[in-house]
């Protein structure tokens, strides 16, 4: 255990005595990549952070084939917040905001407020979506009433987030799994959830990993899984940029050339890449027929 990786991490694990599974995500420059893209204020840094490790810690027991995404958006001064964890172990996130922010910033308070969780390959147009109950004013326990309502077992989230990093932690009860001794314990999971409260956010964000679960969970049989890296990353390229310019259609992109001197530069607000079309590369991309499922925006 002593090489494995402490940061941009994601470890799977068992708890077998109680027969709960878990997940933990640990991310160190991937979140501060994607926290330094913007200015963010205090309360609005922290929310992008448990939203980009909860991002990564929901593919934590899925087979995925494409991303899984959380996305939020309000008619209030939080527009949206969106995190990303790809089936490579890419992470992006970004959030748009009108100053002032309200304080605290509570998820059940937002105005005309809609999160959803997307699974799937948006570009060969396979893809899951639920919505998340926004009744809690954090995003742990917003997540812990979807599974309860979409997978109809609980579930128990940690996050956190500071300046360094962002780290998450998730359990699952799994009834009649485990070894024997935990399908005759039916408090085995309760104990789980007494044991995981003693659990404050400075020790999470603290503590490496695996000595973070033995500390924890040593009398439960930990069993630890092969760990997944994780970094940022972004799944923009050229090719989705111009389906985006195709969608708008010749009208829009045309007065765009005419604005910027027959040039039009597109700038991904996940990773910064540059995108530059002159007028020959617009009239090549209008006069090819989109391909079917073909995404309609540059994300």
Sequence with gaps: MENLPVEDVLHRFLLERAGVRGTLVR??????????????????????????????LLTGNIKLDGALSIELKSAGALRLLFAECSDHGRLRGLARWNAPLPEPLALDALADAVMAITIGNVDRGQRYQGLVDLRHAGLAASLEGYFVQSEQLPARILLAADGEHAVGLMLQKMPGEGGHDAVQDDDAWNRVVHLTATLGAAELLASAPEQLLYRLYHEESVRLFEPRPLAFGCSCSRERVSAMLRSLGRDEVEAALAARGDEIEVICEFCAQHYHFDRIDAEHLLSTAAAPGAPGTAQ
């Design 27 to 56: 991310l160190g420059p991937a979140w501060r990549e994607v926290a330094g893209r913007a200015d963010y204020p205090p309360a609005l840094h922290t929310l992008l952070g448990h939203a980009l490790v909860a991002s990564a």
